[in-house]
């Protein structure tokens, strides 16, 4: 049976015919689906981690007892699961081990664009990587076959346009291979130094056979051209690319040019690279990013091109390659070279917190009270825009309880007293724990809010340790995060509601003005959560709006300004009655049994 699938259901789909058994994962934009759709599979135990480095070493466990596992995040998560993954390269596994990354080239949703092959390169562990959704589920079954033959995770290297893009695929039936016996092996599974020097030779061996396998393998294949062996322009163009830049690649140019579709980008194959650029005139390497396959020509002694054409930063496009190298393949032939244009350019929508955001409060008191705001990774980091603009810095998850500290030690009591640290609820579970309990232990003066909305919400909405439910929707462990901030030491804690911008201006002038370590916790579900029940929308009343534009202060979407009065779109307003603690005139007022 064929069905049209996005990339992330194709891979979730192959884990569940490859037989996986154990799934655990943090969510991350663009991976977040594989796992939220494997979880619709009964077959497969599914769970949120609370980081990405507790969901490998989970998967690592799995497989350590028999079973074939997988854990999935975003490139910048990978960085946090480093140092399992290096050191379950060394191990290998019993039941096959299978790792998502998803790379997002053009930072659609992230706070880089970090090129994830450098991990697998130096990790020394196998990385595929699909260019469609059928090449995503055929691979993640693929990654398990090669995970326990070669005894060795595997890595499968999504990006932003194959996970969210659609295709074709062929669906097959479950096969569970028979669980394997855990057996106790010390050298193996131990990583001290006398063992893991041990490991290490191995792990060498291991890529040349997998350098090997690569070399006749058919997820690395090539494609010749079909217009006479050359160009238009009388030269036979080779292309070496993977990923989504095969796509654009023969959308681009089609058949004039001659492709080597690279499945497997390590380790990368070296005599199937020379014997195809042997029958070249020109090669040229299309990747994203950084100039990985581009180097590894080069160290074979092959004249390429790559980043001398094309751009290392951004996300590519078919437009963007004929631009870049239509000159190449087509010379001057205008009509064959030209690129697609918009000829008006679609102005700019910047992202803003939504309508009702329980976030928009606090970070308007925050701005207000002009404080110095450590921020985190959430969709609370919009709190950085403009009118708000109360945020100071943002580097990784957890870093601003880790940041505040320092920030307060090295300002000798010159910022204690307008400092604060914020942090989403998911995140403070993923990494903010760490530095909460370095503040607590060394004994700055420093503010930790904690901005709880009762779910992970930049992600779209997943559950976390603080929700009191699991992947499915079920009752599940509950962190008190009160009682967890007492246990650490902090005699401090206090919550308040984020709509309420009296009760949030007291919590943060009196938690600055006290030399003790305090966390706020600013409690109130998300908006956008459908069992929120809301208030009747707000209107304006235009006799006593004077057009004074205090309520634009706290960059509401809901609230505008036509014909110099405000008002209000009642079909975005969720009645959170912040703009009604701004107004000085009194001018908005409830809808409820009025006509909007």
């Given at each position: 049976?064929?069905?049209?699938?996005?990339?992330?259901?194709?891979?979730?789909?192959?884990?569940?015919?490859?037989?996986?058994?154990?799934?655990?994962?943090?969510?991350?934009?663009?991976?977040?689906?594989?796992?939220?759709?494997?979880?619709?599979?009964?077959?497969?135990?599914?769970?949120?981690?609370?980081?990405?480095?507790?969901?490998?070493?989970?998967?690592?466990?799995?497989?350590?007892?028999?079973?074939?596992?997988?854990?999935?995040?975003?490139?910048?998560?990978?960085?946090?699961?480093?140092?399992?993954?290096?050191?379950?390269?060394?191990?290998?596994?019993?039941?096959?081990?299978?790792?998502?990354?998803?790379?997002?080239?053009?930072?659609?949703?992230?706070?880089?664009?970090?090129?994830?092959?450098?991990?697998?390169?130096?990790?020394?562990?196998?990385?595929?990587?699909?260019?469609?959704?059928?090449?995503?589920?055929?691979?993640?079954?693929?990654?398990?076959?090669?995970?326990?033959?070669?005894?060795?995770?595997?890595?499968?290297?999504?990006?932003?346009?194959?996970?969210?893009?659609?295709?074709?695929?062929?669906?097959?039936?479950?096969?569970?291979?028979?669980?394997?016996?855990?057996?106790?092996?010390?050298?193996?599974?131990?990583?001290?130094?006398?063992?893991?020097?041990?490991?290490?030779?191995?792990?060498?061996?291991?890529?040349?056979?997998?350098?090997?396998?690569?070399?006749?393998?058919?997820?690395?294949?090539?494609?010749?051209?079909?217009?006479?062996?050359?160009?238009?322009?009388?030269?036979?163009?080779?292309?070496?690319?993977?990923?989504t830049s095969y796509q654009y690649v023969k959308e681009a140019f089609g058949n004039a040019v001659s492709v080597l579709k690279l499945g497997m980008v390590n380790p990368l194959p070296e005599?199937?690279?020379?014997?195809?650029?042997?029958?070249?005139?020109?090669?040229?390497?299309?990747?994203?990013?950084?100039?990985?396959?581009?180097?590894?020509?080069?160290?074979?002694?092959?004249?390429?091109?790559?980043?001398?054409?094309?751009?290392?930063?951004?996300?590519?496009?078919?437009?963007?390659?004929?631009?870049?190298?239509?000159?190449?393949?087509?010379?001057?032939?205008?009509?064959?070279?030209?690129?697609?244009?918009?000829?008006?350019?679609?102005?700019?929508?910047?992202?803003?917190?939504?309508?009702?955001?329980?976030?928009?409060?606090?970070?308007?008191?925050?701005?207000?009270?002009?404080?110095?705001?450590?921020?985190?990774?959430?969709?609370?980091?919009?709190?950085?825009?403009?009118?708000?603009?109360?945020?100071?810095?943002?580097?990784?998850?957890?870093?601003?309880?880790?940041?505040?500290?320092?920030?307060?030690?090295?300002?000798?009591?010159?910022?204690?007293?307008?400092?604060?640290?914020?942090?989403?609820?998911?995140?403070?579970?993923?990494?903010?724990?760490?530095?909460?309990?370095?503040?607590?232990?060394?004994?700055?003066?420093?503010?930790?809010?904690?901005?709880?909305?009762?779910?992970?919400?930049?992600?779209?909405?997943q559950q976390n340790p603080t929700t009191g439910y699991n992947i499915k929707g079920d009752p599940a462990g509950k962190i008190d995060l009160e009682a967890l901030c007492r246990s650490m030491?902090?005699?401090?804690?206090?919550?308040?509601?984020?709509?309420?911008?009296?009760?949030?201006?007291?919590?943060?002038?009196?938690?600055?003005?006290?030399?003790?370590?305090?966390?706020?916790?600013?409690?109130?579900?998300?908006?956008?959560?459908?069992?929120?029940?809301?208030?009747?929308?707000?209107?304006?009343?235009?006799?006593?709006?004077?057009?004074?534009?205090?309520?634009?202060?706290?960059?509401?979407?809901?609230?505008?300004?036509?014909?110099?009065?405000?008002?209000?779109?009642?079909?975005?307003?969720?009645?959170?009655?912040?703009?009604?603690?701004?107004?000085?005139?009194?001018?908005?007022?409830?809808?409820?049994?009025?006509?909007?």
């Amino acid at each position: 049976m064929k069905e049209l699938m996005l990339g992330n259901k194709a891979f979730a789909r192959g884990l569940y015919e490859a037989g996986c058994s154990f799934v655990s994962s943090y969510p991350g934009t663009p991976s977040t689906e594989v796992t939220e759709e494997a979880a619709k599979y009964d077959e497969i135990y599914c769970e949120w981690a609370p980081n990405e480095k507790v969901a490998m070493e989970a998967a690592f466990g799995a497989s350590l007892a028999g079973r074939r596992s997988f854990c999935g995040m975003k490139h910048v998560g990978l960085n946090v699961a480093a140092d399992p993954l290096y050191t379950m390269s060394y191990t290998g596994v019993n039941g096959g081990v299978v790792i998502c990354v998803a790379d997002d080239a053009g930072m659609h949703s992230s706070q880089n664009e970090q090129d994830s092959r450098h991990h697998a390169i130096a990790s020394k562990v196998p990385m595929l990587e699909p260019s469609d959704s059928a090449e995503a589920l055929r691979f993640a079954k693929l990654a398990f076959t090669l995970s326990e033959e070669y005894d060795t995770p595997v890595i499968m290297k999504m990006c932003t346009r194959v996970a969210h893009s659609q295709s074709i695929v062929e669906l097959s039936d479950r096969i569970v291979p028979e669980k394997k016996a855990y057996e106790k092996n010390i050298p193996k599974y131990v990583m001290m130094p006398g063992n893991a020097i041990k490991r290490h030779p191995f792990v060498e061996e291991r890529t040349a056979k997998l350098r090997d396998w690569s070399e006749t393998s058919d997820i690395n294949r090539v494609e010749w051209s079909t217009s006479g062996d050359k160009s238009p322009v009388g030269r036979h163009v080779g292309i070496i690319t993977s990923s989504t830049s095969y796509q654009y690649v023969k959308e681009a140019f089609g058949n004039a040019v001659s492709v080597l579709k690279l499945g497997m980008v390590n380790p990368l194959p070296e005599k199937l690279i020379q014997d195809f650029a042997k029958k070249t005139d020109v090669l040229v390497v299309v990747e994203e990013l950084d100039p990985i396959i581009e180097n590894h020509c080069k160290s074979l002694g092959l004249s390429v091109h790559g980043k001398d054409l094309l751009p290392i930063c951004g996300e590519f496009s078919q437009n963007l390659l004929k631009d870049f190298l239509g000159g190449l393949v087509w010379g001057h032939d205008a009509d064959r070279g030209q690129s697609l244009k918009v000829e008006d350019q679609i102005p700019m929508r910047p992202p803003v917190m939504c309508a009702g955001c329980p976030h928009r409060g606090l970070f308007y008191t925050l701005s207000k009270n002009k404080c110095t705001v450590l921020g985190d990774i959430g969709c609370y980091t919009l709190g950085a825009v403009a009118p708000l603009s109360s945020m100071d810095m943002t580097l990784c998850m957890g870093a601003s309880v880790s940041a505040i500290h320092g920030y307060n030690i090295a300002g000798d009591g010159e910022n204690e007293k307008k400092t604060v640290a914020v942090i989403g609820d998911s995140t403070f579970m993923h990494s903010g724990m760490t530095g909460l309990a370095n503040i607590a232990y060394n004994q700055s003066n420093s503010t930790v809010i904690i901005l709880d909305n009762s779910i992970t919400g930049m992600t779209g909405h997943q559950q976390n340790p603080t929700t009191g439910y699991n992947i499915k929707g079920d009752p599940a462990g509950k962190i008190d995060l009160e009682a967890l901030c007492r246990s650490m030491g902090f005699e401090r804690v206090r919550v308040v509601d984020p709509y309420d911008l009296k009760a949030c201006d007291t919590a943060i002038k009196e938690e600055l003005a006290v030399e003790a370590p305090s966390v706020i916790i600013s409690r109130r579900p998300c908006a956008l959560l459908k069992y929120v029940k809301h208030n009747p929308p707000i209107k304006v009343n235009k006799d006593k709006c004077v057009g004074c534009k205090s309520c634009m202060k706290i960059g509401c979407p809901a609230i505008s300004m036509k014909d110099g009065k405000a008002q209000i779109d009642t079909t975005l307003c969720v009645g959170c009655g912040v703009c009604e603690q701004l107004c000085p005139m009194g001018a908005f007022e409830s809808c409820q049994n009025k006509e909007a």
